[in-house]
Structure formats: structure tokens, C-alpha cells
């Protein structure tokens, strides 16, 4: 089993649409938890942190599922701008590295 | 802002021939990470460095990789002998602190390619 696995999609919607991307980790000892964009070739950049309480930061939504080592993005009202790769990335406890999983592709149409 | 950065930002080399990537971390960050991505694949963690030693590497990061901080602001990354599957994106990353949510933050890359 892939330690974090993503639907690579491709996600094709229009703009102002609602689109929600969901990733599961395997280890259940993950500490920390990111959602990063990607552009093409570029480099990732942190999007938000996942907090198990839930965590809203504009148009975009994040929620965690611990029992079920689940992690979700929610983004609203999309713009032709947030059209990249949405990669869900974690951290195992008492480790420094993150995980990332292969990441969903979101293309946002006029 | 503060970033991170990375030279060169493209590198075309022989195989076999060994390659330095450099970077410049954020200036107060303490903890430095290196990541590769393969086209069309996933980013993939390789090592990350704390206090002047390796703290972390992972099964990728053999003997031909090494790592160093040869001075206050400079953090390498060599490979000795490359291969042609060494041919990949390479980014440095550094963060403040470890916490409990820590932020690692990326620089632009370096393209390396190995013929």
C-alpha cells in the first residue's frame, strides 16, 4: 500500500465551481499533515497545514480524519489561477521528512 | 520575503561525472532537507541535515550522495558517479524549528540531466 495516495485525476471544472480532493495516508502515526501546489515544473509551496480540528483559509478547506487516516482539500469558487497539482503530504512521528503522495491535477476552465 | 535558493538551475552532465547542487536555505532556519522529483513522478524525500551531521536519509540516498554545509549559508548536495537515473529535479528545502505542524520551504529546483 502507497504511504499517501491521491486520485491523480485530472479534475476539469469551470470556473466558480466547488472541487474536493481527498488523500489516505498508511501510517497512522503521521504526525503532521500539508497540502502543497505544484505548478509545472516548479517547486511545491505549501497551500495550508491540516489541523485535526478542521481548517478553513479563504476558499479552501481542509479536514483530517485521524480513525480513518484520511485527509481532505476543499476549495471554492475556483479561479483559472488555482490550476496546478494539489499534492497531500505528511510527516511521520519523531521523523523529518515528508511523504508526499503523487499529487491530483486541477485544471480550471473559463 | 525570504526564500530559499537553489544553483544552477539546470545542469546537463556526462555519466559518471560527479555534480555539486548548491543552496542558500533561509537565513535562520536550522533544518535542511534535500528532495528530488523524477518527471512525472512523485517528490521524494533523500536526506535532511540538523546541526552540522545527516539527522534522516532515506534508501535513494547511497554512497555516491553526500551532503554538506561548508560554511554559514551554503548547503550542497554531490553525487559522485551520476547515473542516468539520476536524471531528476533536485530542491532543497529548510525549516525554523521542528514542530509539531513544522513548515519545510522549497527552493526553485535544479534540472539535472545526465547523459
Known amino acids: 500500500r502507497k504511504e499517501v495516495e491521491q486520485d491523480p485525476g485530472p479534475f476539469n471544472v469551470p470556473e466558480g465551481a466547488t472541487v474536493a480532493f481527498n488523500c489516505t495516508y498508511s501510517?497512522?502515526?503521521?504526525?503532521?499533515f500539508f497540502w502543497y501546489r505544484q505548478d509545472c515544473r516548479k517547486e511545491p509551496k505549501l497551500l495550508m497545514s491540516?489541523?485535526?480540528s478542521g481548517n478553513e483559509d479563504g476558499r479552501f478547506t481542509a479536514q483530517l480524519n485521524r480513525a480513518s487516516q484520511y485527509i481532505s482539500l476543499l476549495i471554492r469558487d475556483s479561479k483559472l489561477s488555482d490550476s496546478a497539482t494539489y499534492l497531500c503530504?505528511?510527516?511521520?512521528?519523531?521523523?523529518?521528512?515528508?511523504?508526499f503522495g503523487s499529487g491530483t491535477r486541477l485544471l480550471v476552465r473559463p | 520575503e525570504p526564500e530559499v535558493t537553489q544553483t544552477p538551475s539546470h545542469q546537463v552532465t556526462q555519466m559518471g561525472q560527479e555534480v555539486i547542487l548548491r543552496c542558500v536555505p533561509i537565513?535562520?532556519?536550522?533544518?535542511f532537507y534535500w528532495y528530488r522529483q523524477i518527471l512525472g513522478q512523485k517528490v521524494e524525500f533523500l536526506v535532511s541535515f540538523y546541526n552540522n551531521e545527516i539527522s534522516e536519509k532515506s534508501e535513494i540516498f547511497d554512497d555516491q550522495f553526500s551532503v554538506e554545509r561548508p560554511d554559514g549559508s551554503n548547503f550542497t548536495l554531490k553525487i559522485r558517479s551520476t547515473k542516468l537515473e539520476d536524471s531528476a529535479m533536485y530542491f532543497c528545502?529548510?525549516?525554523?524549528?521542528?514542530?509539531?505542524?513544522?513548515?519545510?520551504?522549497f527552493g526553485p529546483g535544479t534540472r539535472l540531466l545526465v547523459l
Open positions: 501510517n497512522s502515526a503521521s504526525q503532521s
Open positions: 503530504v505528511v510527516s511521520p512521528d519523531s521523523s523529518y521528512k515528508l511523504i
Open positions: 528545502a529548510s525549516s525554523g524549528d521542528r514542530g509539531l505542524e513544522e513548515t519545510q520551504y
Open positions: 537565513s535562520n532556519h536550522l533544518y
Open positions: 491540516v489541523y485535526s
